[in-house]
T-cell receptor, first 114, second 115 residues
């Protein structure tokens, strides 16, 4: 089992729709969760961080965390063609591991159709 | 302010040669990380520096890989006797330091091709 799992996609949504990207993780003690966006040929760009159960909203983006289910998601409202990219989920458990490095999923490719 | 910078942006080298990749973190960030991303693969942690503490080298794949950070700022990742499987994009990230886990910001990466 991978430590951080994401559906590779592509996830295809029409312009203006809500895109829902999901991520599950195996380390129950994980405390810090991040979503990065990566355009083809570019480096990852941080979108959201979330540390507590529940929702965190920033503009069109909402991160949702459920530690009991070991599940974190990213919702993109009013999806735009410019949102088409690969979305990477990253997780950290510094309390148990003492390590600050992030563990990344392989990413979900999102395609927003005009 | 300026983001993380990396050089060179592209590097083509022959198998067996040594290469050096450079990273300049965001000003004020005391933590610096190296990751690599192989074609179609996820990001793989390599090494982490925090202030004057001993680096976390747990992700380095072999002893051909080493890194240093001078003056708490610029870092150099060195790969000796490069192999074709070293071909990847090498990404540097930086963050604030301290006891917690802080958001990491990535540089543009160095694309290494070993022929």
């Amino acid at each position: 089992q991978k430590e951080v799992e994401q559906n590779s996609g592509p996830l295809s949504v029409p312009e203006g729709a809500i895109a829902s990207l999901n991520c599950t993780y195996s380390d129950r003690g994980s405390q810090s969760f991040f979503w990065y966006r990566q355009y083809s040929g570019k480096s990852p760009e941080l979108i959201m961080s979330i540390y507590s159960n529940g929702d965190k909203e920033d503009g069109r983006f909402t991160a949702q965390l459920n530690k009991a289910s070991q599940y974190v998601s990213l919702l993109i409202r009013d999806s735009q063609p410019s949102d088409s990219a690969t979305y990477l989920c990253a997780v950290n458990n510094i309390v148990d591991t003492g390590r600050r490095a992030l563990t990344f999923g392989s990413g979900t490719r999102l395609q927003v159709q005009p | 302010g300026a983001g993380v910078s990396q050089s060179p942006s592209n590097k083509v080298t022959e198998k067996g040669k040594d290469v050096e990749l450079r990273c300049d973190p965001i000003s004020g960030h005391t933590a610096l990380y190296w990751y690599r991303q192989s074609l179609g693969q996820g990001l793989e942690f390599l090494i982490y520096f925090q202030g004057n503490s001993a680096p976390d080298k747990s992700g380095l794949p072999s002893d051909r890989f080493s890194a240093e950070r001078t003056g708490g700022s610029v870092s150099t990742l060195t790969i000796q006797r490069t192999q074709q499987e070293d071909s990847a994009v090498y990404l540097c990230a930086s963050s604030f330091g301290g006891t917690g886990v802080y958001e990491q910001y990535f540089g543009p990466g160095t694309r290494l091709t070993v022929t």
